[in-house]
């Protein structure tokens, strides 16, 4: 065997690691944290969009041009915003079965 295959076969080993629950303390916690955020972040993204939509509206009846685009690029960027946040965990899932079939 040359010295080449040999490094391919070690490249290629499976070291047969895969994503399991309850294999350290605290998970609970860590993903109540994570859902807290995820929650605040979606209260702001509330926010952001009352106060965007308050801007455009603004703008508009008083022919601020500037000011009523950037009212919808605020509207915009809440409502991605808004999309990431609650597709967050489908997002990961989807990335995450995807790359389980890589092999």
């Not at 508009?60 to 509207?75: L, S």
């Amino acid at each position: 065997m040359s010295p080449l295959a040999g490094h391919l076969i070690h490249l290629a080993y499976d070291p047969g690691i895969t994503p399991q629950g309850g294999g350290l303390p605290g998970l609970a916690v860590l993903k109540n944290v994570v859902n807290s955020i995820n929650l605040f972040g979606i209260i702001a993204v509330v926010g952001a969009l009352a106060v965007s939509l308050a801007v455009w509206a603004w703008g508009h009846h008083t022919g601020g041009h500037q000011a009523e685009a950037n009212g919808k690029k605020g509207a915009t960027v809440a409502a991605g915003a808004a999309l990431g946040l609650g597709a967050a965990n489908g997002i990961v899932a989807f990335f995450s079965a995807l790359g389980s079939q890589v092999h």
